[in-house]
């Protein structure tokens, strides 16, 4: 009986072991679940192992433990920190907000590497796993299908399935599941570049190695909406140097369960934007989709009547910034008024007191506030060189929705704003006219540019079109200046009013950029709620149509900042005329040069500043000079949807390039600018004035002898005619003024000659192809594509030669003339050989 047994038992293991080697055999065709399924039923026919799972949390948390309660329930025990995941958090979109809470001593990288600076962002969700796990799934949201009833939706979410980022034991349950107690400590002693930095920021930080003994968890926090992880992170040099040690702050936010209802882009209305690509929209394709980032302004329940009735009403979430406890208090009230000016622009959109600032909290009034908190948007402060500030958000990249912003100010933007205001209105106000300036207009011109940056934590884009609207006469009439401001918007690179003169007499308070039309506009667009559509392709229409209207007055005109070809599109210009308003810019140039010397003087100090607003004064005139030459060869960009008459794209008119190269050849390449560069300065500090003249003349060539201008100009006059303004004009303009000794004996002086290696220089990199204009003495090499089917590279040719035939004929006595002239005939016949 024993033996019969134990041969059933062995007939047994051999029908297991074929199935199983079967199984194998099969391949792909078992999936793996069910090769466990066959050995476990193997297993548990002789006898199985009672399951071990999670304890009871009453057992696993010890006593004296204080758990702190919020998004979630955190422990900290026996130095480790475990959180509690309920199952109202599974499946839920998280946001993370990676930030530098205290920024390591002598690590910069250009504007990075100071406290509040933001490292990282990504979305996660929590999703119960098998076997009393519980993994965090990396989202992203780059391809959509609504739901299950749409047809692309199955396919999309077999191609997309979400990465996972960590995965956690459950240590310890509730005992009806819905509590589940998990180890975070290892996550975030690790170095995760999802979560901490990234490998880019390392690598301009030159940050090496983690060193694990020194970084560790400082603290864990939880809020009702929010979880706070602080960490400390210490890494080795990557040259081994030294050390580098950062605390770090992870803002984990739980996004709403519904995202807000988004609002598609329009070309028209300059918004920032996140997007994805649509399955569902287009039947036989794919749209892309553009959602404007925007706060999540909403009437409270019981406004919402009122709201569509018309009645101004306050949102029931209003946005709010706090200054940063660092600030010096001089600037405080200032930093407030630049966003509190925004408040009158958002009762367009039909909300009062939808925005405001406030001091940050003291501890004692507040111990739950924190700068690095994503649930509280602030102003910081960092103490930078860096002359500059910046407004960016974080936002759900589900909707769009911004959920926060923290605005970057410089402390060294100050330095900038100085300088602007010297150089373009100290001759028309005479605060400007020194180095240190009053508080009160440090304080205005601080204003100017919070409210800038707030704009654009608004989600606005840079309207360069805001700038390009006035008249000269405009800008110089106080009335008009009262009514209106000097810009259509703030969103604009504008600066100041330097075409004022001083004769027109116009206050300081007019002299700088405010909100104005356009900012109306593009809030009201952006933010004004249609309760009864709630949807964002069905508001498509009733938008497209408002949109159509309003951009009828040009005062509500957006410019993208990325034009290449549109004259009026340009950073700190100013005026519908560039010819006319920078000859009165450069008027005012010439008497803040004329007085500088007294003007930059401080007490006990040297020449510096002298030299530093030199400088300034070279770098606006080359402004100047950029601005004009971008009107040759110039296009005119309209957006326009099919429901709108005209032509998207439109040729500068011949009389307006025109007029730009009369501008340059009066005060440029005819008439040497030498107030640029006045002897009693110049002796002050080492120096060179023909690389002043230099940069100047490549400012203005490396515009317009160039692919693009050539292009536009052979498209131009193949689409006009005689009536455009053409290549072979441009060029004899170019030849008359520059290359006015060709074929004579005249002497040539230092300044002339450096325009000349310019120009010559200039037309050897369109010939090859070169991608930057060649200094002088630099051997233009040719692209690795020296081959180009446009009309370009025969242009050039065709200059090339006939200045070379010039050139040979060209004899002078002048020694420094004839040697110039040997050179750029050598010049041109190297680069000739240089693409044989």
Known sequence: MLKTKQLIALLVVFMVFVNITNAQQRGSRVAPPAQKQEQTTAVDSVKKAPEKGPISIEKFIKPGTKPMVGLTTVYNQEGRFFININDTLLDRDIIMVTRISKAAAGIRSDFDGYAGDHLNTAMFRFEMGPNNKIFLRKILNRERSKDSTQAMFTALQRSNLAGISATFEIKAQSADKRDNIIDVTDLFNTDSETLFFRKSTKSSFKLGAPIKESSYISAITTYPINTEVKTVKTYMLADGSATATYELNNSFVLLPKVPMVPRYADSRVGYFTTGYTDYDQNPQGVKDIRMITRWRLEPKPQDVEKYKRGELVEPAKPIVFYIDPATPKDWVPYLIQGVNDWQKVFEKAGFKNAIYALEAPTAQQNPEWSLEDARFSAIVYKPSDIPNASGPNVNDPRSGEIIESHINWYHNVMSLLRNWYMVQCSPVDP?????????????????????????????????????????????????????????????????????????????????????????????????????????????????????????????????TESSSNDPRLQAEDLGDNQMKANELGIKNLKVVMANLGEWSKMPNEEYDNLRTMHTEVNNQFR??????????????????????????????????????????????????????????????????????????????????????????????????????????????????????????????????????????????????????????????????????????????????????????????????????????????????????
């Not at 009828?552 to 005109?557: E, F, G, L, P, V």
């Not at 002339?752 to 200094?775: E, S």
């Not at 446009?790 to 010039?806: G, H, N, P, V």
Request: glycine letters at 4%; proline letters at 3%.
């Open 431 to 559: 605060a400007a006219r020194k180095m240190i300036f009053d508080t009160e207009l440090m304080g205005q011109l601080i204003r100017f540019v919070s409210s800038h940056e707030v704009g654009h934590t608004l989600g606005l884009r840079h309207n360069f079109g805001g700038t390009g609207f006035y008249t000269v006469e405009q800008l110089r009439d106080k009335d008009f200046l009262k009514e209106n401001g000097h810009t259509t918007s703030i969103m604009d690179y504008s600066r100041f009013n330097y075409v004022a003169q001083p004769e027109d007499n116009i206050p300081r308070e007019l002299l700088f950029p405010r909100l104005s039309h356009y900012d109306d506009w593009a809030i009201e667009w952006g933010y004004r709620r249609f309760p009864e559509i709630n949807d964002p392709v069905k508001e498509l229409t009733k938008i497209n149509l408002w949109t159509i209207e309003k951009t009828k007055d040009r005062r509500y005109w957006f410019g």
């Open 623 to 836: 402004r100047y000079i950029g601005h004009v030459a971008k009107w040759v060869g110039g296009i005119y960009q309209e957006s326009k949807t099919v429901e709108m008459d005209g032509d998207v794209y439109i040729y500068v008119e011949r009389e307006k390039q025109v007029e730009a190269m009369d501008f340059l050849n009066r005060n440029l390449f005819v008439n040497t600018p030498l107030w640029l560069i006045p002897t009693e300065y110049m002796s002050k500090f080492p120096s060179r004035n023909e690389l002043f003249m230099e940069r100047a003349y490549s400012t203005a060539l490396s515009s317009i002898v160039s692919r693009r201008v050539i292009m536009n100009l052979v498209a131009a006059e193949s689409a006009l005619g005689k009536s455009a303004y053409s290549v072979e004009e441009l060029f004899n303009s170019l030849n008359k003024t520059i290359m006015f000794n060709l074929g004579t004996s005249r002497e040539v002086d230092i300044y002339k000659r450096v325009l000349q290696k310019v120009y010559v220089t200039t037309l050897c990199d369109l010939f090859t192809g070169a991608a930057t204009v060649a200094r002088m003495g630099a051997v233009v090499k040719p692209s690795s594509n020296p081959k180009d089917m446009t009309e370009c590279t025969a242009i050039a040719y065709t200059q090339l030669s006939d200045l070379l035939k010039k050139l040979k004929k060209t004899k002078s006595s002048d020694f420094a003339t004839a040697a110039h002239t040997t050179y750029l005939t050598r010049y041109i016949e190297k680069t000739f050989i240089s693409v044989e």
